[in-house]
Structure formats: C-alpha cells, structure tokens
C-alpha cells in the first residue's frame, strides 16, 4: 500500500521502500536478494541520486565494507563501532537562574554552550532571558566551546546563569525573542510561509497529546460516550466536498493578549548625550489596560521612562521599574500580561515540539482563513530593513554563499563522525541558501532590487541582492535561438539544477558546482546563483577554459578538467569524445559541449551550464535523415517540441543500462551454452541455439526482439519497476520472480558504488542466480575476471563471447560491460572529427534505444505496476514522482494516458486516468496562466487571479474581470515608467480572457505540448465527461502555480455569479525548486535495518533504525521528509513487537512531521493519518481513532475523490471500528462501500474482495440478518476455493463460519417459529448477540492493514534464528547446496505486508 508514499520526491528511503509495510508479498526470492547489497547502493543510486544531493558519498571505507561480505551483517560492525564514538554517554548538570529553582538538566558532552543557552530560552520558567552567561565556579563558558572541552565540567556540576549587560544587538535580539514568545501559538506565520512556520492540525483531533489522554481515559466506560456519527460529507457517496474542514480553527489559537502595542518608539535612535547613559534604543508600548508606556532599552536593562508620544524626556519614570527582561518589566506595570503571559507559556510548552519546529525548507498552505493584521514591531522592522545584517548571527555584513558552499563540500570525511559533521554542514547551508534564494527572487519580481544593467529592457535584467546572481528566465540576446528561444531559456534552469544535483551527488573531490535554485513566481522563472569569485570583473570569454560559451562553435579544452570530469563520467554515464573546434582541431571532452570550466580567483575549478548533462530524447527532438525505431514510431514519434532541450532523466539512463545489463549477461550464457554444446557434440541442439544468440545480436538485442524470449522477462520485470518499488511479485510466476531476483542484483558495473576503486566489480553475488538460467554462472566468472585481468589471461574462446556480447549490447569497450553516451550527438552546431564515425553512429544507436526503451519498456512497466497496486498514485504530485523513479518525463503524459486507454482492464485503471487527466489539464492551465500573469501590474493581481480561476473552474458563463478603480491608475504616469520593473507590465489584457477561450486554449495546449486530444469547450464537459472534481482542480493549479485562497465554501456551479472574488485571492507564493543533500551514512542504516527486518530480525533491524534515525538527526535536524519515514517504520516495528504506547508516540511524530514538511493534506501525510489510527484503536482510544480516520477520509475525498483503490482500505478500516463500537448500520455502510471499491479495482476475484465480504458478513451476523451474512459469507468461501484449493486454512476458516452462521440462522428460525406457535408463553433459547471483541476486531484491521504477527514463544524465535544463522553460513561457503524452496522457512509471514 505504501509504496507509493514511500517514494517522495526527498525521501531517500526510496530504493524499494522495505518499509515494513510496503514489502508487498515479495517473493521469497526477492527478499533473500535484497540483503545482499547492505548499503543500498547497489539498486538505489539511480533514484537516490536523481533526488539530488550526496546520496553517494562512498568513501572508500564504505566501499571495502561493500565489496566485504556482500551480506548485510558484514560490514555492518565497523560502522556500529563508529557510532558509539558520537553517540557519547549523555550526563546531568544542575543550573541556577536567578529567581528560579535548581534544575538538573541531561546533556550530551558533544553539545555546545550555546546548546544549553537554547534549551534555557525555550524552557518555561527561563524563557525570558536572552541576554545572561554560564558560569562554572565563577569562570565564564565560551558560547561556542564543546561541552566535553570544557575543563571540570563533569556529572553534577552547577552552572550559575548570569544575567549580562546589554548590547544593542543583544537588546533587538531580546524584543525578537519577546515577540516570538508572546506569538508562539500564533499561526499567521504559517499562514503567511514565513521564517519555516508550517501547519499541523493533527493535535486538533487528538486533543493534546496522545500519550497522556490515553492514561486518562479509562479503557472500561469509554464505549458510551463515543459519538461515531462522521459529519455528512464523510459519509460514502456524498456528493458535497466542503473546503471549511481542512483546517478546523484550533481554540488554542485564539491568542490570549498580553500585549496591545509593542513597537519601535519614533526617538530612535538615542541621541549622543542619551548613549552616553547608556541608552540603546526605546520601546513604544500599550499594555492590556490601555496603559501607553514608553521603556528605554539600556546597558542594564529596561525601564520606564517619561517620553510621550509627542514630547522626548528619557528620565526614569517614577518608579522605573528597572528590570533585566522585559518581561519582568511588564509584568509589574499590567497584571493582565503577567497572568495571560504565564498561561501561554504554559500552553506553548504543552504544545508537541515538532509543531514548533522550524521545517528545513519553506512550506506554503494553498488556502488560509482570514487572519487579522495586527501591529508587530519586528515584522514591520524586517520588511524595511534589510535584515541581512544581525539576524544571521554572522559576524560581518552579508553572507559569503559560495565559500560557504564549497567550503563545507571541502570538509574531510574519512570517518563516521567526519562524514557526519560535513553532511550536517552542507545541509545547513543548502537550506539557509534556499531560503535567501527564494526571498531574493521574490524581491527581484516585486521590484525592490535594482539591476546591475539597469538601461536593458526589463527582460535582459540581471541582479544581485545578499552575494546572489538573479537572471529571467527569457532568451537574453538570442542565446536560445536554435533551441527555441523562450521556451528553451524557461526549460534550461531546471535542466541545469538537475545537472547540478547530478554532479553533486556523484561529489568529486577537486571539481564545485554553483549553488543553484530555481524559483517560479509571478508568472516568471528566476534563477539564483551563487557568485564564482571574480566572474564579475572579467569578461566571460577569458575565464572560460573548458567547453564552449556559443553552443560548441569555439571550444576549448583543459586537462585538469579534463582528469576531474573523467571521475563523474563513469556513474554519470558520460562519454569521453572529441569534438571539432572553429579551426577543425580536435577537442577532448568529458562532458556535453555547454558545461564551461572556470577557475575562480579563489583557484577552485568550476563547473557551471550543466543544461545538457543527460542526452537528448530523440522522441521529441525530429533530426532529418533519422530514423527511430519502430516502437517508437508505432507511438507518432518522433514529435516536435517547444525546445530542443529535451533529455532523458538520470533514473531513464540507470534502468537502461541495467536493462543492457542483463541482456549482456545472458547473451554471454548463450553463448557459452552454445560453446559448452559444441564441445559435447550433441549437433542436435545447437543449431537452435545458435540461432537465437544471432538474433539478438542483430536485432540490437534491444528493440526489435520483442519476439524472443530475452526482452518478454525484461519487460515483465522491468529494471526500474523493481527498483523503485520493491518488486511487486504477488502477481508474478515463479519464473519471473526469479527473473526479478536477478534483475535487484544485477546493476551491472556501472553505478558509483561500484567502481569507486576504478576497477568495476560485478555484483553479481548471491548463488540464487545461478539456478534461474543455466550458463550465468560461467558468464559472471568470465566477467569477473575480465575485469580483474584486463583480458589478458583469458582462452580466446571465451574473449570472443564477451566481445560479441559487448557489440550487441552498444558497450563502448570491448572487453568489458560499459555503456556512456556522449551527450552531444544531435547538438546543433557540433561536429566530430571523421574518425569517430563509428562512434557517432554507435552513439545515435544507443539514443535511439533508450528512446524506444522509454516507451516500449517502462511505460508498461509503470501501468503494470499500477494495475498491481504497486504504484498508486493519489494526486498530480505522487503521480510525477511515479513517472519520474522510472525515468519518464512528464512530457509522456499524453502517451502514458493513451497507452492506459487501450489498456484491457482499463476500468481498474480509472483513478489513475482521472489522476492523469486533471495533472494534464492544471499543467496546460499552468503554462496559460503563466504567459497571462506576466501582464499584470501589481495593484491588479488578485482580480487578475481570480478571473483566472473563474474562467478556469466557475459554471458561470460570462466571468468579467474587475479592473482596479481609475483613481488608483494614473494613466500619465505610468506610460514613461513603462517596463521597469520585471513585475510592473499594466496592460489589461488579462481582463478580456474569458472561459470559452481558456479552455479552447487549455485544449490546444494539451494537443500541442502533450499530443492529448481533451474534446471539450467548458469546465462543466470536463467534469462531466471525466468524472473530475472542482475541488481537486482548485487544489491542484493552486498548488502548481502558488496560488493562496481565502478558506471558505465556493459555489463553483452557480450560472448567475462567478466563484471567486478578489477578495478571496489572498497571496501568491513562489514555486522553489532546489537540491536536496543527503545523509549517505544515515541512509545505509536504515538500509540495512530494513534488510534485518527482512530476514525477521526484528530486534536487530529496530536497532538499526533507530540508530539511523539518529544519524538523520544529526545531519538535517529535528524535522524532515526521511525522518518521517525512520519514525513510520520505527512506530510498525513498536506495533509488531507489542510495544503499542511506543507505537503511539513515534507514529504521532511521524503524523506531526508529514504534515509539517509535505503539507497538511499530502497523500503520505493521509497515509500518516491511517497507521495512528490502527494505533490508537490498539491503545483503546477508540474515539480519537475514528477521529483520525474520518480526517483520513476527507483529506483522501478532496486530494482525490471517493472512486480509488485507497479509499478501500480507509473505509474497511473505519467499518471495522465502528462495528467494534456496534454501530452496525453505519459500519455497514463503510464496508459495502469498500467492497464495491475492492472489486472494481481488484476484480471480483480477488483474495481482498473475498475478505471484504467476510468483514460485511460480520456485521450483518451482529445484526441477526443471518441471510444476508450467510450470501455474502459464501461468495469469500467461492474465492477462497478458487483461488486457494479446498485445503487451505482460509478455505477452511470460511467454511467453518459458514457452519457457524448456518446454525445461527436455524436456531433464529426455531426460535421465531416456536414464538409463532406458542404466542408469549414460548420458551425461547437465548441466541448469542454479541458485540464483537474488541480483540477480533484488532485482529481484522491488522489484517487489513497487512500486519500479521505469529505468535513465537522464545523456544521458536531462537530455532528461528539459528536456522537463518546457518542459511547464512551455508550461502558464505556459498558453494554449499542451496537451501531448497520448501526448506527455506516462511520469514516473510513475520513481515506485515500490505
């Protein structure tokens, strides 16, 4: 089930999320494989490194730990030992603040001072101090020193807290500090996406915290005062989808005011005699009780003075109130702040950490209630203020970004704490450049940041604000001309950014990339930069050393570039080539003819322009004189596209060389199958097997031999299909899950892991492959030690197999497996020297099979995957990514929804379509939307959005625009400052768009961009003909372009008056796009944990997650995307383990952070939703757990609707609560609700349509309906039978409640008979009704849910172990029998499985 969540865009548990949940019946086969690659690199690096950032860090410790054992234990020790280094035994202090108790506090000796200082300022009763030292025995602590530097710091030692004298630095800090106490329950900031605030409301449905109400509430009495009935829209089959509920108003937020006013008083700043007092700055305040005051900010402290607001007398007032926090100050001066202030520090203090926490990078919310505005000093002081100086606690003015960027890429990383502290840094920075990134971009649009060629038309404009280089995202001096101009110049930053996350995840030493992100706002693309040093003052052409600046037609070369670039072109996949210069001398390159190298004054050798890193798809890119292959031209390939930019994704590369992998490999046993027959003389056979090892070499072995047996299994286990998801095998033959063994294992030389050494070894391990085709195992030792002797040693005989084997798989050596492309074939304007013809030739070859790879292989690859739920996409976002792990570019999407339409079971594909089909329609109204904001002045945005939006999704025919109000528009003035700033177009013609013409050009767009037809002129005809929601559309072009609306009930189907207002238009946010780094060492512990939990370790596998989710703390902090996914895996081991509280409280953080950091209403954040609840209802917290799964549901019904195979399980789950809760009728119809689900998406045939039936037979056997219980109870035991076979206990469990309810049906009637008989008098046998046990009820969501315990006694658990321990060993000798089948014993039963 989770599959599909587990793959987020930044998550890097991704490779095949093992997630407990999500092994999804894995073939026995594929669970024995998966260990074998500890750290994962083995089949993640392609999606691992897609998702940008150091996924791959190996250094060569790591390394020798990979090519150890090959089992997940071997290399597993030396990195425990590490570990233990940092994770430092922890030891307590006591602290004493002035007019406090003593208070011991656990610290840990890697802290800091300044670690402690934060603890101080957020505890309760030391939260108002900012400005104080700590003191050990009258020594003061350096802020920066580690605790275990420090000398006599030990157990028990007393800090003293001393308050210091004010700076007026220190002074702003401490009013900040003020400020954001008195908001901390405050969620404006969250509204508005500011300083990292974000949205949780999960609180709001558990009422506090869950792990204290569960002690307080008895489990006894809590049936009754349940009230289940879910509000109307939850219910199934309402039509009404309301927006109110996604984010219910929290009572807590309705802030207790301590405060009227707190600003900056008009004196500032101190005049020379007043400093000279000390004075550092004055406050204007007006407290509760109407009192105004004015406070002077002084080297001692804050006291009241006797200034007005018209009349300056900086004496003390008497008395001055003197005191070192303000907060002492007023709580002296108003009794209303001292009692409210001491109330909500109370309440923030009770509030979960993880709702406070600052996210790593922005999230924004596409709907908010209204928020009053209301007086805020500070807020008012950044927006002014540049706010670069003392708020980045930095010393000196502005932010170096590009020495902090690659100083911290330049930290050592030889050991485990090395590593560690360099990942953390690269992340901080990452994150804190993102975040000026966007705010720069946003200022640039805005027009408050003047251009360094401020005479250029508005277009050419470049800028730069805090040390970043800001460029449009327009074709500038025609640079893009051949390309495609504008479109080419909007497409190159994303494909640059992706170049960049390329580069730095393959982390050369010696070679830097640029910071990049990429910010869409307003309609424009930015790109930020960070600056190289020194690039300003020379002109572009002298610092350019390698590479060319005008598309390849002067190119120049360098050999330190040249050495560096040769370390990526291995894992990247590049090329080396030669190219021809202007004078028709040859060039060696590394990399595609735009990559420039230039040495920055800082001697660092840059890389920059890395557009064109991945080949071009020649699907979209028409050459004269070409041909494609046949499948792509089955599809209308090649066609035109806006650009020629378009190339193949990273993840598309890997699964193609996997792919050619595995051909090579069996092409190499044919062969030598063949060989071994011409040697035994059987002239029989021999003919027929020559005869397939000539097809397949001529038919390119890739394409047009769909006929022979090779490419059939390669399509039905497709490379990335497995890697990406876990291979789904539940619905696969035995012979192709073994097909899938093979294919997890095998990922040929030719990923990063593999040959950081330089020489690639073939990880081929495990014996299970040897079995499956006959001949491999010669075939792999051949390989291995072609690789160790160069080919030396070898019997001609066998070097002649893999050279035919390497020509027909398009290697581009001949003695071993090797594919790279040259990225520059079909560059415009390059030419090769004559003597690589050949290689040219070769080169458009292999483009023109991953092109036809593409399309022949992984687009039925992912409709698989989709049709076995292995992927299931729930809205535009999770649809992307699903496209993406399998290198599809989004620009299939017309493909892909046509290929789903010719589909058979197209019906058990419909929420995918649907999916599909408003992603398409929002992307095109995206693009549209895009060219229209561009228009529009500033003081005519919100109409212009909500015209927009009643064109795009309003019933109503005739959507006017409302053009501001004339006396707003000075016409005169505006025509002279016409285009000065990016932002500042004020033509209106945005306002003549009306619906009919959106949409026609909505339905162009789809036709030109996708090649999709949408035959329809009207939002009505697309709802209807697709059976799409409006609600899911809003959602959907809100979050792509940005967009925020006011939280409140639209009418989209009225005819008499538009939908939106603008007044209901309440923000536009920026669209980021940035790097992602990782945590390698973190992510190969919660590898290898996965891998334990695979082999049934449960205990060892917990303890390596939880090492691991360490480890992800220590790098990105308290809160991210791949924490959440440690702490859902930690919550389901808890769960299986029988630690139900410990369950409780790592999946309320997962919930908590999933929708912090993804968003309140993302598909994982659902999924979220679903698990605590199964929890909760463990615990016996029945009500919160219906709670939980009510929000589930509307989330799910406004993301994606009630028709998806999800839905399913959400409303088996909520069925089963309520008839644990003997709400039959309701329970009824939740379940019936998921039957109709189950069978349309899983055929009527399926094992979960029979379970479904079985849960509907339940309740109607509470409710005495034996009749209806009995219909359904036999259609589950016709599916059991048929699908299982008389004897399997299944079968037999169903048989035996049919005996049950049989019996139960004739006793009713006996019972009704004799009452008919006999009137009142009959003695009538007592029948059982019973409320089910709370305990069968928790049995059938954990097997709905995909949890199944055994029940081991310890006896079972250590013969358990042994009998893994010595498959273990046999598999190291290795050259011992293999285990057979039956013999291997049924571990995966131990692992939930959804």
């Not at 594929?30 to 089949?43: I, Y």
């Not at 802290?111 to 050990?136: G, K, W, Y």
């Not at 002109?539 to 120049?556: H, L, P, R």
């Not at 109607?1260 to 059991?1280: D, V």
């Amino acid at each position: 089930m989770v599959s599909k969540t587990d793959d987020i865009p930044a998550s890097v548990p991704d490779c095949n999320p093992v997630d407990l949940a999500d092994g999804a019946q894995e073939g026995k086969e594929t669970s024995k494989m998966r260990v074998k690659d500890p750290c994962g690199c083995g089949h993640s690096s392609d999606t691992a490194m897609v998702n940008g950032g150091g996924a791959h860090e190996h250094t060569e410790e790591a390394e020798s730990k990979q090519d150890g054992s090959g089992e997940a234990d071997g290399g597993d020790e030396s990195n425990e030992q590490e570990v233990i280094v940092i994770q430092d035994t922890g030891f307590t202090v006591k602290i004493q603040a002035p007019g406090t108790e003593p208070f011991d506090l656990q610290v840990s000796p890697q802290e800091m001072v300044q670690e402690i200082h934060q603890v101080l300022m957020d505890r309760e009763d030391t939260c108002h101090r900012t400005c104080f030292s700590l003191q050990l025995d009258g020594n003061v602590l350096d802020n920066f020193a580690e605790l275990k530097s420090i000398e006599g710091l030990q157990e028990g030692s007393f800090l003293k807290v001393v308050e210091e004298p004010y700076t007026v630095r220190e002074a702003r800090i401490h009013v900040r500090h003020i400020r954001d106490l008195l908001k901390s329950l405050d969620p404006s900031d969250a509204y508005n996406g500011v300083d990292c605030n974000s949205l949780s409301f999960l609180s709001f449905f558990t009422d506090g915290d869950l792990g204290d109400s569960g002690k307080r509430k008895k489990k006894g009495n809590e049936l009754e005062q349940i009230d289940c009935t879910p509000p109307e829209h939850i219910l199934p089959g309402s039509k009404d989808r309301p927006v109110m509920p996604l984010q219910p108003l929290n009572k807590d937020w309705k802030p207790m005011q301590c405060l009227k006013v707190l600003t900056m008083s008009g004196w500032n700043p101190p005049p020379g005699n007043r400093k000279m007092h000390g004075d550092l700055m004055y406050l204007y305040m007006v407290t509760v009780e109407e009192r105004h005051v004015s406070v002077t900010a002084s080297t001692r402290g804050f006291y009241l003075n006797q200034s007005t607001t018209y009349i300056f007398n900086p004496k003390p007032a008497n008395p001055s109130f003197l005191s070192h926090s303000l907060v002492e100050l007023l709580s002296q001066i108003s009794p209303a702040f001292k009692k409210n202030f001491t109330a909500l520090q109370k309440k923030r203090v009770q509030r979960h950490p993880f709702e406070r926490i600052a996210t790593p990078f922005q999230v924004y919310s596409w709907t908010a209630p209204q928020v009053d505005h209301a007086m805020d000093c500070v807020r008012a002081e950044d927006a002014y203020t540049s706010r670069l100086g003392y708020e980045e606690h930095i010393p000196g003015q502005t932010r170096d970004w590009n020495e902090e960027l690659q100083t911290t890429r330049e930290l050592t990383r030889k050991n485990l704490p090395e590593r560690l502290l360099r990942e953390r840094a690269i992340f901080k920075v990452h994150s804190d450049f993102a975040a000026a990134a966007t705010r720069g971009a946003m200022a640039v649009i805005d027009g408050n940041v003047m251009a360094i060629n401020p005479g250029e038309e508005t277009r050419m404009q470049m800028f730069i604000w805090n040390n970043i280089f800001f460029s449009l995202g327009f074709d500038v001096r025609d640079h893009y001309r051949e390309l495609g101009g504008d479109a080419a110049a909007h497409a190159a930053p994303t494909n640059d950014l992706n170049g960049v996350r390329a580069y730095g995840a393959v982390d050369v030493e010696g070679l830097y990339t640029l910071g990049t992100v990429v910010v869409d706002y307003r309609g424009y693309r930015v790109t930020a930069q960070s600056i190289i040093p020194g690039i300003l003052e020379r002109e572009q052409e002298q610092s350019v050393i390698y590479g060319s600046i005008d598309f390849g037609k002067t190119v120049v070369s360098h050999s330190k570039y040249l050495e560096l670039l040769d370390k990526t072109s291995r894992p990247l996949k590049v090329q080396r080539h030669n190219v021809l210069n202007e004078k028709d001398d040859k060039v060696e390159l590394c990399s595609s003819v735009e990559c420039k190298g230039i040495i920055g004054n800082d001697g660092r050798h840059y890389i920059l322009d890395l557009l064109r890193t991945f080949p071009p798809d020649l699907n979209f890119l028409p050459v004269d004189e070409e041909e494609l292959s046949p499948e792509s031209q089955r599809l209308g390939f090649p066609r035109q596209h806006r650009h020629r930019l378009a190339c193949l994704r990273q993840e598309l590369i890997e699964a193609f060389v996997e792919h050619r992998y595995l051909l090579f490999m069996k092409m190499a046993a044919l062969q030598l199958m063949q060989q071994k027959a011409n040697k035994e003389c059987i002239k029989t056979d021999a003919p027929a097997i020559t005869e397939t090892a000539e097809t397949a070499t001529e038919s390119n072995a890739a394409t047009a031999q769909t006929q022979t047996n090779v490419t059939e299994s390669s399509k039905a286990t497709d490379g990335t299909s497995q890697t990406d998801n876990g291979p789904s095998a539940g619905s696969q033959t035995a012979s192709e899950s073994e097909e899938n063994s093979l294919k997890l294992t095998t990922n040929g030389p030719v990923e990063p892991a593999a040959t950081q050494n330089g020489e690639c070894k073939s990880p081929l391990e495990g014996k299970e492959l040897e079995e499956s085709i006959p001949g491999l195992a010669q075939a792999k030792e051949l390989a291995e030690t072609l690789v160790a002797e160069d080919g030396s040693g070898i019997d001609p005989k066998s070097r002649e197999v893999v050279l035919n084997a390497c020509k027909a798989v398009g290697s581009i050596s001949n003695t071993s497996f090797d594919i790279r492309f040259n990225p520059d074939i079909f560059s415009p304007g390059v030419r090769f020297p004559d003597d690589s013809a050949d290689d040219v030739q070769k080169q458009k070859q292999l483009l023109k099979d991953a092109a036809a790879f593409l399309v022949s292989c992984q687009i039925p690859s992912l409709i698989k995957d989709c049709l076995d739920h292995s992927a299931l996409p729930m809205d535009g976002a999770t649809l992307t990514e699903a496209l993406h792990q399998r290198g599809i570019n989004v620009r299939y999407l017309g493909t892909v929804l046509e290929f789903v339409d010719k589909t058979p079971a197209k019906t058990q594909l419909e929420h995918f379509y649907r999916i599909g089909i408003i992603e398409l329609i929002t992307r095109c109204a995206k693009h549209i939307f895009k060219t229209y904001l561009q228009g529009v002045e500033l003081s005519a945005l919100s109409a212009a959005v909500s015209h927009f939006l009643n064109c795009f999704l309003s019933s109503f025919p005739d959507a006017v625009a409302h053009l501001p109000p004339d006396e707003l528009v000075s016409r005169r003035k505006n025509r002279k400052r016409r285009n000065r700033v990016p932002g500042g177009g004020d033509n209106t013609a945005w306002a003549s768009l009306t619906p009919s013409e959106l949409w026609k050009n909505i339905a162009t767009e789809a036709k030109s961009y996708y090649h999709f037809h949408i035959h329809s002129e009207s939002v009505d005809q697309v709802v209807e003909k697709y059976s799409l929601q409006k609600i899911t559309l809003l959602r959907e072009i809100s979050i792509k372009t940005g967009i925020q609306i006011l939280l409140k009930e639209y009418n989209f189907d009225s005819r008499h008056k538009p939908t939106f207002t603008e007044e209901d238009i309440l923000n536009i946010f920026p669209v980021v796009k940035h790097v992602n780094p990782k945590a390698s060492d973190a992510f190969h512990f919660f590898q290898s944990g996965q891998a334990k939990v695979q082999q049934g370790f449960l205990k060892e596998g917990c303890e390596l997650i939880n090492e691991a989710l360490n480890l992800f703390n220590n790098v990105y902090g308290a809160m991210h995307v791949e924490i959440c996914a440690c702490l859902r895996l930690l919550a389901r081991l808890n769960y299986i383990m029988g630690d139900h509280p410990e369950a409780l409280s790592n999946q309320q953080k997962a919930v908590l952070m999933s929708e912090r950091v993804l968003g309140m209403e993302h598909p994982n954040t659902i999924q979220e939703y679903m698990h605590l609840a199964l929890y909760c209802f463990a615990n016996g917290q029945l009500s919160t757990a219906l709670k939980l799964l009510y929000r589930a549901r509307y989330l799910m019904l406004l993301v994606c609707g009630e028709d998806h195979p999800e839905m399913a399980l959400i409303d088996s789950n909520i069925g089963l609560v309520l008839h644990g809760v003997m709400e039959y009728d309701l329970s009824l119809r939740f379940l019936e609700n998921a039957l109709t689900i189950n069978t349309k998406y899983h055929g009527s045939r399926s094992l979960k349509v029979a379970l479904s039936h079985h849960l509907v037979a339940r309740v109607y056997e509470s409710k005495a309906e034996f009749r209806s219980a009995l219909q359904h109870e036999k259609e589950g035991y016709t599916i059991y039978k048929n699908q299982m076979g008389e004897a399997h206990e299944k079968t037999k469990e169903s048989s035996e409640y049919l005996k049950y309810l049989t019996q139960q049906a004739v006793a009713l009637q006996r019972t009704m008979n004799e009452i008919y008989k006999n009137g009142s008098n009959a003695s009538i046998m007592p029948l059982k009704f019973t409320a089910p046990s709370m305990a069968s009820v928790l049995e059938q969501l954990n097997i709905i849910n995909g949890i199944i315990f055994i029940p081991l006694s310890q006896k079972d658990l250590e013969n358990l172990k042994a009998e893994v321990q010595r498959r273990q060993q046999l598999q190291e000798l290795g050259k011992g029998e293999e285990p057979t089948e039956d013999s291997s014993l049924e571990l995966e039963d131990k692992i939930p499985i959804d």
